[in-house]
């Protein structure tokens, strides 16, 4: 089911690609993203006598180092970092940001001028700021058409009337999202409450972002993203770096006390899926060490749960507490199936932790299935050239620039079933919305393709570990049935769905969909 960081993406390697594997590893600390600054107050849109925080950030590429062992790589980020800045923010408080593109004129990477809204009479550098998860005004969500260029700013205004969550903010551009992210365009958005303020979750330096992307890189430390062998058009199916960074380092280690703590990961890969565990030792065969999580990507779940391995896809978060006591003086890893990546040294000394773990945290209501007013079949389906190699996947065999078939009402609640028609898992995001898993359900193909007729070959599957919170990113496993159920709320106006496998997105795996005001 879970595609992993080492696997190859079947193209050959250039001759200058740098073995990944061959470098030592946890030798450079794990860097924390800092905060993003607020420059001033704006005019708030909802009370004209109030203001609101202003921030500007602005998008431009430069030099880093992702190991010690590895040349300066050139990077894109916010403020001269990627991971950008988080920005902390509180709910009930909005923030406008005003994001400015200065970045050059020339890509890093070779465009594919035959995908939708990338052709090349179009600007080679363009960049558009979604907020992942926010429940944003259709003029401020990141439009993937509504670029801009080098030179050029875009002022946003994020509400913020949501439940504490991690939210990311990343590049949404048509036709080059895959290469903006690839380059270094994303970071972190907190939202806080003050019931989450009031669980005495650990925090402060004891809150650890980990946000985790996987690259390769040529010998000189470029970024490698590879083209495909048709040099008509250069898109690859899907990107898996040699080696992970986590926030913006290869196998980094970081110290840590005995006691507990609360990372916030970020999964901002551009294809990869991980199943992370915590290892007691870099053998594979230790068994996991207990992980706490507490939250999903919209926010907390109801209980903490114990879990041994977090499913991770592209664009989804994991809210976690990891307990260090028991293991004072120990080294411990974070891993994927394939690779020990990060790594925890435990001080031996014994502190005082004042932080709790909750037996109950925020209660997540089921919505009834019965609200919903219609049920949407949607399909995900691969289109193949004569040689079997993936051109495009579409959502419900309609592209891009076709007619808006999704129409919803604001306020209304929806069932989209998901049928997906692939061989491979697509983590499906809903801008705007947050929603809750139904259930997946195995169907047979071959009936399928032949008379249209779903027929279920196997018992209907509740939510995994950690999948009953809320969500705004589902992972749709190969033939299955994957149902959500979604209360369109907030705004009224023209937003996207799409496959967060950012390579397929770029390719017409994203519609647009519009919520229509109630009448
Ligand atoms: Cu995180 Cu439309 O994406
Ligand atoms: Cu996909």
Not at 5 to 33: K, T
Not at 356 to 376: G, H, M, N
Not at 441 to 464: E, H
Request: with cysteine; hydrophobic share 35%.
């Amino acid at each position: 089911m879970c595609a992993d960081a080492s696997q190859h993406d079947g193209h050959p390697a250039p001759e200058d690609l740098l073995d990944v594997g061959s470098l030592p590893r946890f030798v450079d600390a794990l860097p924390i993203p800092h905060k993003a600054g607020p420059v001033g107050f704006a005019a708030s849109r909802e009370d004209r006598r109030k203001k609101v925080t202003l921030y500007r950030i602005e998008m431009r590429q430069f030099m880093a180092k992702v190991h010690r062992d590895i040349p300066p790589s050139t990077l894109w980020g916010y403020a001269d970092t990627s991971p950008g800045p988080t920005v902390d923010v509180r709910s009930g408080s909005p923030v406008r940001v005003e994001w400015i593109n200065r970045l050059p004129a020339r890509h890093l990477f070779a465009i594919d001028h035959t995908l939708e809204g990338a052709s090349a009479d179009q600007p080679e550098v363009r960049t558009v700021v979604h907020l992942h998860g926010g429940r944003v005004g259709p003029e401020s969500d990141g439009f993937p058409e509504t670029w801009i260029t080098p030179g050029h700013s875009a002022a946003y205004y994020y509400p913020n009337q949501q439940e504490a969550a991690a939210l990311f903010y990343h590049d949404h551009a048509m036709g080059i999202t895959r290469l903006n992210t690839a380059a270094g365009l994303m970071g972190l958005y907190l939202i806080r409450d003050e019931f989450e303020d009031r669980l005495k979750l650990p925090s402060g330096e004891f809150e650890v972002p980990l946000i985790i992307v996987d690259r390769s890189f040529r010998k000189d430390g470029q970024i490698y993203y590879p083209v495909s062998s048709d040099p008509k058009s250069l898109w690859v199916s899907e990107y898996y770096g040699g080696g992970i960074l986590v926030n913006g380092k290869l196998f980094p280690y970081v110290d840590v006390l005995p006691r507990r703590y609360r990372f916030r990961i970020l999964n901002s890969s551009n294809s990869s899926f991980y199943v992370l565990s915590l290892a007691p030792s870099l053998s594979f065969a230790s068994p996991a060490l207990p992980i706490y999580q507490i939250g999903g990507d919209q926010g907390l779940h109801s209980e903490p749960e114990r879990v041994e391995a977090l499913i991770l896809g592209p664009g989804e978060r994991s809210d976690v507490v990891v307990d260090f006591r028991s293991n004072r003086g120990k080294e411990l890893f974070l891993r994927t199936k394939v690779a020990n990546f990060l790594q925890f040294r435990v001080s031996g000394t014994q502190v005082e932790d004042p932080s709790q773990l909750p037996a109950t945290l925020r209660p997540v209501a089921r919505i009834p299935e019965s609200d919903a007013i219609r049920t949407r079949q949607l399909t995900l389906a691969d289109y193949q050239d004569r040689l079997g190699r993936s051109k495009r996947m579409l959502l419900n065999g309609a592209r891009w620039s076709m007619p808006v078939t999704e129409r919803v009402v604001l306020g209304s609640t929806e069932i989209w079933s998901f049928v997906n028609l692939t061989d491979e898992s697509h983590p499906i995001h809903l801008h705007l919305v947050r929603f809750q898993l139904l259930d997946r359900t195995p169907f047979d193909l071959p009936t399928y393709q032949l008379t249209g007729k779903l027929v279920f070959t196997g018992p209907v599957q509740k939510p995994g570990a950690g999948e009953w919170g809320w969500k705004d990113t589902i992972r749709v496993d190969p033939l299955s049935v994957t149902r959500i159920i979604v209360k369109f709320e907030g705004f009224a106006g023209r937003y996207v769905w799409h496959c967060h496998l950012l390579e397929h997105e770029d390719n017409e795996m994203m519609r647009p969909y519009d919520v229509v005001p109630a009448r």
